[in-house]
């Protein structure tokens, strides 16, 4: 009956992780482990059970003598884990109670984490964290949590990372917050569309919980952002790019050329294979790690329709505006003449350019383009692509519109990405909010297909009269489909 408890899963599929535990909780809360062995507790009914990662098999199940158990984490070869005003000291291996202690400052203790010798504990009552030498039973400040409803709390890498469940105001099940564990500030916030209890730290990575399951979370992070929750796709369908000149033109020119670059090289984006019938497509990196593929035609005077193929790793991100990347920010004309490009604003968008302006002129240009951004949401009850790029290019922050394909809805969307170093180009998408104006996530559904400003086209076409027409930025229509590999 035991060996059934748990069942390990090594996954090669879209979405995941590298290995994925079934165990027999619903409410897997506290998630710990040493070396060998992993512990994950059921909070309801206070079961124990443990799993050798090793030899791959479960151990043991121990009832805990507490009416429900609780976040815990592994210190000094025992269990310790919380409970309104009092922490416990369990013998894993037994199960049995060895030791308890008062928290005098504490009055509804729900998680617990420790770095060291220092222990971390949530305390619901208080909405604070507090920093507590187990040891010597002396507290060492406290800070406010990041959230009210914290579940679970692990360290790696120096930072404090925090579960914490749905909020009212949320449209996701669950946030993991990466806290710097001195002062207490976000250091990221990462939205998940499932239901996340508690985490740890099991082999050097972190690992979260969810009803009936334990799995290693997969992020990769860095000063500037986090990717986490990965998955691929296989997109297909036609692209149809419009011919705009016209006969007589066709007629005079012995070459006629149209360019684009689609498909970008992101942190959070990864094309692979891409396959294209009848035209061709070429790699190019362009300046700043924004890399491409370059696809063109030649010598056509009918719409020309491209058979696409590829193969795309999507992940969700997270930019972080922090100290250290702030400051390498200067407020100063882009030097690469390619970043010039997307400085040229429309002088029509006459209320943007006052804004940005009189941002300027308010700030002594002493500001950051996540500033910007805020103050311009917070003037503003509607956005407009045209008139924040405008704004932004008014400030001297390059800025471009992009056409995403949201893999969900199969529908392609408008949205707007500035740059700035050293991120590198950033989208500003539906997820984003003037309230945490240093974050900028974007799903793992939004697919970047192209951006209308890189279409080239070669001469500038003419009317019948042989004068130069307008390039309507709809030149290129997408009919495509997503499936899940």
Partial sequence: MQKKKFILIYLITSTVYSLSIDVPSKTPLGITADKQFLWVGDARSSLLYG????????????KISLPNLRDFTFYNNTILTVLKNRIYVIDPITGNILKKKILKNIKNAISIAHSEKLIYIFDAKSQKIWRYDFERNIYLGSFKAPAKKVRGMSFYRDSLWITSAKENDSKNKSRVFKVNPHSGSILATLDMKQEIFGLGLIQGKIHISTRGKVFEFDLQENDNFITY???????????????????????IRESLKTTFSAFPLSPRQRPQRLKMKPRYKKRKRLFAGDSMYVIGYEDSQKDAVHNINIDIKLSQINYTFNKKNIAIFKPKKP???????YLKYNKNEKQSIFLAQQYRDLTLNKWHPYQAIESFYKKNSTIKISQLIAYLRKLGVPARKAYIWHTEIGKIIKSIEFYCDPMGWVIISHTYSPSLPKFFPIPNTWLSLYYPESVKISPRPLTKD???IRIPQEVIRWNLK???K
């Fill in 229 to 251: 929750n990965p998955r691929k796709i296989h997109l297909s369908g036609r692209m149809t790019t419009k011919a705009l000149w016209s006969k007589k033109q066709v007629v």
């Fill in 335 to 341: 030097e690469n003449k390619e970043l010039l490009y």
């Fill in 51 to 62: 799993y050798n990662m090793r030899k791959n098999t479960f151990i043991r199940e121990k």
């Fill in 482 to 484: 997503t499936r899940q």
């Fill in 466 to 468: 042989l004068k130069p």
